[in-house]
């Protein structure tokens, strides 16, 4: 997602679902297309370093997510100021209690 527009569009009709380190921002969309997802750091949360080592976690614990057979939408993970400080298996704990809870994983509701 790179789009101005999308991001808008994304954040305010999306599904919220907000834990300790990060809100979690879903919009379904079309099956043909494939799931667009964005890591958003704000410079609130810390440095350029830390806010790109953020955007990598996040990215990882995405690739490695059991994704449900045809996902389609959008999805922001927004990171919260506590996220700089938390470990790598917290996130990917919250992150992936996030995406059960909107129902996009293998196993979730």
Known sequence: ??????????LRQGRRYRGRFLTLV????SPSQPL??????????GGAVVRN???RRF???????PWREGTAGDLAVIAH????????????????????HAGLLVGGE
Do not use: H, N
């Open 53 to 55: 080592c953020l955007k």
């Open 1 to 10: 997602m790179q789009r101005q527009r999308d991001f808008q569009r994304l």
């Open 81 to 100: 100021r506590q996220a700089a400080q938390a470990r790598f298996t917290d996130l990917e704990q919250e992150l992936t209690l996030g995406l059960r």
């Open 36 to 45: 667009r997802a964005a890591p958003i750091v704000s410079r609130k949360v």
């Open 26 to 29: 879903f919009l379904s969309g």
């Open 59 to 65: 990215r990882e614990i995405l690739r490695l997510a």
